[in-house]
């Protein structure tokens, strides 16, 4: 398994998940890649432990943007099982391991808020959403994408 190095920076435009490693591989990736493809990849903390997988990742439909990725942890044959939403910023994808890793301790996931797959909360509360954020040190991305998508006509 590889682990994040300090001088080996992942690429990341800022608002976006980071890429690290040297898979490329065929086809689209890892710049542009279905998100069916992402779903399932394990997520390891910076203590290196394997947190759980991602289950869904979340768009912005009016945004454009992806939103959030979420986590899915803990439980047994889907039962008891924890859901939470991670900020699409805060994740580095591992082309190498093909994992995402999150630069944020096991037991600080642990005690992130979380939510079951009978109780979502409401994503588009931007109250809800800057409180994530916070927790996880990130922007919230509709404020660092903002001018980017602004619905202004193009000049030609």
């Known amino acids: 398994m590889t682990t994040l190095d300090p001088t080996n920076r992942p690429s990341t435009s800022g608002t976006?998940?980071?890429?690290?490693?040297?898979?490329?591989?065929?086809?689209?990736?890892?710049?542009?890649?279905?998100a069916d493809t992402l779903k399932g990849n394990k997520l390891f903390t910076s203590d290196l432990e394997e947190i759980?997988?991602?289950?869904?990742?979340?768009l912005d439909v009016r945004g454009g943007r992806i939103a959030?990725?979420?986590?899915?942890?803990?439980?047994?044959?889907?039962?008891?099982?924890?859901?939470?939403?991670?900020p699409w910023s805060a994740l580095t994808l591992d082309t190498d391991e093909?994992?995402?890793?999150?630069?944020?301790?096991?037991?600080?996931?642990k005690n992130a808020p979380a939510f079951d797959k009978e109780?979502?909360?409401?994503?588009?509360?931007?109250?809800?959403?800057?409180?994530l954020h916070q927790?996880?040190?990130?922007?919230?991305y509709w404020l660092a994408t903002r001018e980017v998508v602004e619905n202004r006509p193009l000049e030609h």
């Open 52 to 58: 759980g997988k991602i289950s869904a990742i979340m």
């Open 98 to 109: 093909k994992c995402f890793r999150l630069d944020v301790t096991a037991d600080r996931v």
């Open 16 to 34: 976006g998940a980071a890429i690290m490693g040297s898979g490329t591989g065929d086809g689209p990736g890892p710049s542009v890649m279905a």
């Open 135 to 140: 927790y996880y040190n990130r922007q919230p």
């Open 119 to 131: 109780h979502w909360p409401s994503m588009a509360d931007e109250q809800w959403g800057s409180s």
């Open 68 to 86: 959030y990725a979420v986590l899915s942890s803990g439980g047994f044959l889907g039962m008891g099982e924890k859901l939470h939403a991670i």
